[in-house]
């Protein structure tokens, strides 16, 4: 479990736990004016609050480690646990945040950096993702009314007894007779296919589109893209 940053926190603390460097190389880094909060450089032991935007020029190089970021569109068929098999060696050391199903295909985020797991993962924090889906049956606005609705699932509650469970979409749109856009901020178990079988949907192909601020694009199956830039500074705000 990564450590969870408890604001307000001491800007060398925050960029020690961001990976960027140590407390002391931090103190260093700021002393050179190479940190930036909110549009303005930071000083030594400034606390940080939520929703600061911290900045780290990229002329840095602190004494922490050098975190990746990718984008992966996992096709049909693999099971996520079986990504990292797939990934050329160069990649280095990463594993993925989150999973899809093995009928699943679309976006998923690979990084080597275990403190963001939480932050991304725990349905607390609502962050949205987008799946595309195709289903058998002609879709209808009464459809897209029962999903943002709710509609209530039986699930096995490992006890070997059921339970009764809700699960509704933030925002569904439809895209054609066929196709639907469904945001989620929870992540369930099997929660599109659940949610579609409650709406008497039948699901013959599902892709994650989105995740917060990334999206697939044009990425094909089994490749990987780097996320660095203006969007990775956009995703990793978004999450803090």
Same mark, same amino acid.
């Given at each position: 479990?990564?450590?969870?940053?408890? +604001?307000?926190?001491?800007?060398?603390?925050?960029?020690?736990?961001? *990976?960027? $460097?140590?407390?002391?190389?931090?103190?260093?880094?700021?002393?050179?004016?190479?940190?930036?909060?909110? *549009?303005?450089?930071?000083?030594?032991?400034?606390?940080?609050?939520?929703?600061?935007?911290?900045?780290?020029?990229? $002329? $840095?190089? *602190?004494?922490?480690?050098?975190?990746?970021?990718?984008?992966?569109?996992?096709?049909?068929?693999?099971?996520?646990?079986?990504?990292?098999?797939?990934?050329?060696?160069?990649?280095?050391?990463? +594993?993925?945040?989150?999973?899809?199903?093995?009928? &699943?295909?679309?976006?998923?985020?690979?990084?080597?950096?275990?403190?963001?797991?939480?932050? @991304?993962?725990?349905?607390?924090?609502?962050?949205?993702?987008?799946?595309?889906?195709?289903?058998?049956?002609?879709?209808?606005?009464?459809?897209?009314?029962?999903?943002?609705?709710?509609?209530?699932?039986?699930?096995?509650?490992?006890? &070997?007894?059921?339970? &009764?469970?809700?699960?509704?979409?933030?925002?569904?749109?439809?895209?054609?007779?066929?196709?639907?856009?469904?945001?989620?901020?929870?992540?369930?178990?099997?929660?599109?296919?659940?949610?579609?079988?409650? $709406?008497?949907?039948?699901?013959?192909?599902?892709?994650?589109?989105?995740?917060?601020?990334?999206? @697939?694009?044009?990425?094909?199956?089994?490749?990987?893209?780097?996320?660095?830039?203006?969007? @990775?500074?956009?995703?990793?705000?978004?999450?803090?």
């Amino acid at each position: 479990m990564s450590e969870e940053i408890k +604001f307000p926190i001491r800007i060398n603390r925050y960029l020690e736990l961001q *990976g960027v $460097a140590t407390r002391k190389g931090a103190d260093a880094l700021i002393e050179q004016g190479l940190v930036w909060i909110n *549009g303005q450089k930071a000083v030594l032991g400034y606390k940080v609050e939520r929703g600061d935007r911290v900045e780290v020029s990229p $002329a $840095a190089s *602190g004494g922490g480690k050098k975190f990746i970021y990718l984008a992966y569109h996992k096709p049909r068929g693999l099971a996520t646990e079986d990504i990292k098999n797939k990934l050329p060696i160069s990649v280095g050391d990463v +594993f993925p945040l989150g999973r899809l199903d093995k009928e &699943s295909e679309g976006l998923i985020l690979l990084t080597n950096n275990g403190r963001i797991t939480d932050r @991304l993962l725990n349905p607390k924090f609502a962050h949205e993702k987008i799946y595309e889906v195709e289903v058998r049956e002609k879709v209808s606005p009464m459809h897209k009314k029962i999903l943002e609705g709710g509609v209530i699932s039986r699930v096995s509650s490992g006890d &070997s007894r059921l339970k &009764s469970e809700k699960l509704r979409a933030k925002e569904v749109e439809i895209l054609d007779s066929h196709r639907l856009a469904i945001t989620l901020t929870e992540g369930k178990k099997h929660e599109i296919r659940r949610m579609l079988a409650g $709406a008497h949907l039948t699901v013959v192909s599902l892709k994650r589109a989105q995740i917060m601020n990334i999206k @697939l694009g044009n990425l094909t199956p089994s490749k990987t893209r780097e996320l660095k830039g203006q969007e @990775l500074k956009e995703f990793l705000a978004m999450l803090y």
